[in-house]
């Protein structure tokens, strides 16, 4: 079917195997079945994978259906789209089946009009109505073109707009007849993008194959947009190249998205550099200290020993901070470029919480809280890192111990509810205001100075807890009354690590560690 200016050549006689450019599978399923077909990705279906065309251009989405009239196949519509997948919808096809009727009756028309102009037996008043007949036909295929959420654009050889659809005008900000006429590339081309668009619009002229390519147009506003586009060959009824159609879409949000992302992955390769960085010169502070306490204790009096003690513990507690702080961004940085070491297991959740509570429990003392730990169930089996759940366990006793004050209590509860296990850490300090609720777990964000109580603290530890319990499929959440109470909530998923028995002791051995971690977490704490 080719559409010039009054005039519609048609070919009835044309085969589907006459065709190399189509998935013959799915057009002789229609043929045979008149049904519809969307493919949302056609290189994953199971019907029509291993057609030979999908095979060799992969197509991204397809959209085929028929046109009947009658109860007789008239003709196929197929579409596709290469750059996304899921592009047709249901909505789309039922739109478009509204219109299929409307499709076939202007193909009949076209071809009665074809034979009637063949057989030269019409009389000129009946030629000009049908003519008119056609143009109106025409008129509703541009309408047709209205309804299509991308942008067409026909040049012709001298590079001005002969047609430009609905979607066309919304990007650039331009009315239909403010566009028709006016030289694409001189008017709406980015100053620095024209002489690489011309040739590519002067090779397709010239009847070279440029299927795809990316140009920068320029809004009415000035705005710069980023267009994709896949270009064909307009030709006349002699089969002369007269000017160019191309389809495009916007694809600047995506761009920028892109530009994000890039932006992102440098942003969290610093932090990793600047961590590592840092510990070179914790290592050595921390290799210094040890050498300080040897000389301490093999070289001076008990009088000189004590006057250097105090020293040494401020440093070993800062050196502590710095290390929580550098540990909490690189593992954050981790995280979030999905490099952390997160271990799952087999492990009784019951048993993991009392042991980290037990060795908890002289620290929390020392500072005049009572903690304790109650469960509803003896042992419970879950797949969790142990690890995570210990550094999430002590962040939040961490913080609990902080914002209380000498006398007040400290609970660890954990529930069985079958499906998952709830593990609630409160206690009945200070409490945090409802409107800092909401910002609590955002990195970087702490409670105002009045609510810190002489204690330090970097704003991320939250931020941890938070995305370790997310690495476990579970959720944490807040309640809290000021003056009243703080307590986290944390829902863990029961699920089944497999057989992975050859972790379970892992953690075990590292229990050996878990004074050094415990004084690493509550290095903020004075």
């Excluded at 200016?5 to 079945?33: F, G, H, Q």
């Excluded at 509860?413 to 409160?426: A, C, E, G, R, T």
């Excluded at 959720?475 to 809290?480: T, V």
Aim: hydrophobic content about 35%.
């Amino acid at each position: 079917l080719l559409i010039n200016e009054e005039k519609v050549n048609l070919d009835d006689n044309l085969d589907v195997e006459d065709y190399e450019d189509i998935p013959r599978s799915i057009i002789n399923y229609i043929k045979r079945t008149r049904e519809s077909i969307i493919l949302e990705n056609s290189t994953q279906s199971t019907r029509f994978g291993t057609d030979k065309y999908i095979i060799e251009n992969s197509p991204k989405s397809i959209l085929c259906f028929p046109l009947i009239n009658h109860g007789k196949l008239k003709g196929i519509i197929y579409l596709e789209n290469n750059l996304i997948p899921g592009a047709f919808t249901r909505d789309r096809l039922k739109v478009l089946e509204m219109i299929s009727s409307q499709i076939v009756i202007s193909y009949e028309n076209a071809s009665v009009y074809e034979y009637l102009e063949s057989a030269n037996e019409i009389l000129d008043t009946k030629v000009k109505e049908r003519t008119a007949q056609l143009k109106d036909e025409r008129d509703k295929l541009q309408r047709y073109l209205e309804i299509a959420e991308v942008l067409f654009l026909v040049l012709d050889k001298d590079e001005e707009i002969v047609l430009i659809n609905r979607k066309g005008c919304e990007i650039l900000g331009y009315a239909e007849e403010e566009l028709t006429g006016k030289n694409w590339h001189e008017n709406f081309t980015k100053k620095e993008n024209k002489e690489s668009a011309r040739e590519t619009f002067n090779s397709i002229i010239n009847g070279r194959l440029v299927e795809y390519s990316d140009e920068i147009i320029v809004t009415k506003t000035g705005e710069e947009r980023m267009v994709s586009w896949h270009n064909v060959a307009l030709r006349d009824k002699e089969g002369n190249i007269e000017g160019t159609l191309s389809c495009g879409i916007d694809v600047t949000e995506g761009k920028r998205l892109r530009e994000q992302l890039e932006y992102n992955k440098l942003k969290l390769e610093l932090f990793a550099n600047l961590s590592h960085e840092l510990k070179t010169p914790l290592n050595l502070s921390f290799s210094a200290l040890q050498m300080l306490n040897m000389y301490r204790y093999n070289s001076l009096t008990t009088i000189e020993n004590e006057k250097l003690e105090k020293y040494t513990r401020i440093i070993r507690q800062n050196n502590f901070r710095l290390l929580r702080l550098v540990n909490n961004i690189i593992d954050i940085t981790k995280i979030n470029s999905n490099s952390y070491d997160f271990k799952l297991q087999n492990y009784d959740v019951v048993e993991l919480i009392d042991k980290i509570v037990y060795y908890v429990s002289g620290y929390v003392e020392n500072r005049n809280r009572i903690l304790n730990f109650n469960s509803n169930v003896k042992d419970k089996m879950i797949a969790c890192d142990p690890f995570s759940i210990e550094r999430i366990l002590l962040n939040l006793l961490s913080n609990a111990i902080k914002f209380t004050d000498e006398g007040n209590k400290i609970s660890v509860d954990l529930y069985d509810k079958n499906d998952q296990v709830v593990i609630s850490v409160k206690d009945n300090g200070i409490g945090i205001p409802e409107d800092k609720q909401e910002m609590i777990f955002e990195r970087f964000r702490q409670i105002d100075k009045s609510f810190t109580r002489n204690n330090e603290g970097s704003g991320i530890g939250l931020t941890i807890v938070k995305l370790l319990t997310e690495l476990h499929q579970g959720r944490i959440q807040l309640k809290s009354k000021v003056g009243e109470f703080t307590e986290f909530i944390i829902e863990l998923p029961v699920i089944d690590a497999g057989d992975e028995n050859e972790l379970a002791s892992s953690y075990d051995v590292g229990l050996e560690s878990l004074v050094d971690r415990i004084d690493i977490e509550f290095s903020d704490i004075y």
